[in-house]
C-alpha cells in the first residue's frame, strides 16, 4: 500500500497547510479519503493521476472533510472523463452535490454514484477481488465513519521448480494454489506445503477522523499495520478535545496500543501550535512506533 | 480603488493558477467578487483582512465562481466572525449554502444574508454614503451578472482660507460644501465656484466575467475608469467561444473601445494556452489601454 497525505491539517485550509484528503494506493487501486478544499490542486501538486480515483470516501460532512469534493466532481467532467465515479459518504452527500451540479447547470459526463452510509455498526462497503473496505463507526459531532481498507489474502503461489519436478499437469495449478493436495499417478500423495509459497502477507490500513477517544473501535482495528488516527490538540488542551469530540495525541497512541497496531500516524493538528513535533512527543509516551503525518508524506507499507 | 486579482483563470484551480475571484477596495470598505474554490488561500496569501469582507458578490453559479463560498463562510464562523455577512448572488446561493451548514450542523455565529439575484435589466444592489453597485446583465450559459462599482460624487471642498476672509460663519459651510451662493450680512452675493474647489473625481469600476460578447452592456459601462473583461480565448477559438459563451481578446476589447472605458484588465483565461502575452496582443489590435490581469496582481486607480 502506498499512502500520500494530500492535507492533514484541522479546521481550515491556509497558506501552507491543507485540511484532510489521502489518497491510498493498493494494487493499482487509488482511493480518495476526505476531500478538504483544495484537494484537487494537492492531487496536481503531489503528481497523483487524477483519473485512476475511482472510489472517494468522505468521513463526514465538516467542512475541512469535503468542501473539495464538488470541485473535484467538477474537475473530472472538464477533464473528459467518462470512467464511474463512485462516492461513499454520509447521508446528505448526494443532495448536497446534485443540488450544486443542478443549479451550474452541468451534470457530469460520467456516470456518477453515490452510497449513502446511515448504519452505526462496521459494514463493508466495497468488495473486489484485491481489496475490501469497512466502516470503522467514529464519534463525533456528526455522524461519522473512519475506514478499514484490508488486502484480500491471495492464493498461494506455486513452487514451480518442483511442482515440474513431479511432472503435475498444468491443469491442476489452481487447485494447488488454492491449497489443495495432489494425489500423483504413481498413487503417492504429495503434500500442498511442498508444492507452495506462503502468499504474500496482506496489509490493513485504518483511517480513523474525527472522533473522539473511543475504545469501541477497537476490536475493528486490531492489530493493523498502519492506523491514521487523529490528533487534534495536546493534553493541555485535553478539555478542548473533550468539547469538540477530537483525540488528544496520547488518546490517539492509547488507541494504538490497546488495538495493538504496528505503526500509528498521526494528523488533523489544530494549527494554534508552532509545531507538530511536541505531538509524536507526547504521543511517545505512550506508543513507540508513532510518526507525524504531514501534507505530501508519502508512506508505504 | 485598490483592485486585488486573486484568481483569473478558467474552469479548474490548477497548481499555478486559481480561479476567478478579486478583492475592490474603496475608501476601507472591502468588496469580494466571486470566490473560487481556494479563495480563502488567496485571501491569506495576498495578506488581506478577512474580517473586513462584508460584502460578497457572486457573479454566477459555475464552480470556478463560487465553489470557494462556503468555506469562506466557514471559515468566518471559525475565526470568530461577528459583523454581518451579506452575499449577493443568483437565485439558488442561499439553498446551496444553508444546506451545507444545515448538514455539517455548522450555523455560523454571524448573521449571514442572501440577497438573490433574478432581474435581468441593471438595478442597484448595494448603496451607502460612498459607493453604490449595480448589476450588469451578462449573457453566458446560466444567469450572470457582472458588477459596476461607483464611488459617489463627494460633496464639494471648502476654500478655507477665502470662506475666512469673507467671515462666513461655520454654520454655513454645509451649505456651501452643498453648492450653495452665500449673502453676506452686506447683502453682497458671493457665488459658490468662489468658495470652494470641485470634489475629487470619483472612479468607477466594472467587472464582467463570464459573457458572451454582448453590446447591451455598452451603456451600462460607458466611460468607466477601470474595466475588467472575461476574455477566455483568442482569435483562433472563436468558434469555441461563441458555443461555449465566453469572449476573445479582441471582443473584450472591442467592448472596451465602445464603451470609451479608460483602461481595459483581461483575464478568466482559458488554461490551454503557453502564455497570457498573446491576450494581450491580440486586444492591442483593437484597444491600446489593456493590460493582463494575473493572480495576485494589485492596480490601484
Known sequence: MKLTILGCYAATPRTFTNPTA????????????????GTQVQLRKNKIKFSKINHVFISHLHGDHFFGLIGLISTFSLLGRTTDLHVHGPKGIKEISLLQLKLSNSYTNYNLYFHELESLESEIIF??????????????????????????????????????????????????????????????????????????????????????????????????????????????????????????????????????????????????YESIDLFQKEAKTVFDNVVLGDDGKQFEF
Do not use: W
Open 127 to 272: 468488495e473486489d477481488d484485491k481489496v475490501i473496505v469497512k466502516t470503522i463507526p467514529l464519534q463525533h459531532r456528526v455522524y461519522t465513519n473512519g475506514f478499514l481498507f484490508e488486502e484480500k489474502i491471495e492464493s498461494r503461489k506455486l513452487n514451480l521448480s518442483i511442482v515440474e519436478r513431479y511432472g503435475i499437469e498444468k491443469c491442476y495449478y489452481q487447485n494447488i494454489k488454492n491449497g489443495k493436495d495432489i494425489t500423483l499417478d504413481s498413487g503417492e500423495v504429495v503434500s500442498n506445503d511442498k508444492l507452495t509459497f506462503d502468499p504474500d502477507p496482506t496489509m490493513q490500513y485504518a483511517f480513523c477522523s474525527d472522533t473522539r477517544y473511543n475504545e469501541a473501535i477497537l476490536p475493528i482495528i486490531e492489530g493493523v499495520d498502519v492506523l491514521y488516527h487523529e490528533a487534534t490538540f495536546l493534553e493541555s488542551e485535553k478539555a478542548l478535545a473533550q468539547k469538540t469530540m477530537h483525540s488528544t495525541a496520547i488518546e490517539a497512541a492509547t488507541i494504538a496500543k490497546k488495538a495493538n497496531v504496528k505503526k500509528l500516524i498521526l494528523g488533523h493538528y489544530s494549527t494554534r
Open 22 to 37: 489521502q489518497v491510498l494506493e493498493i494494487k493499482n487501486r487509488l482511493f480518495l479519503i476526505d476531500c478538504g478544499e
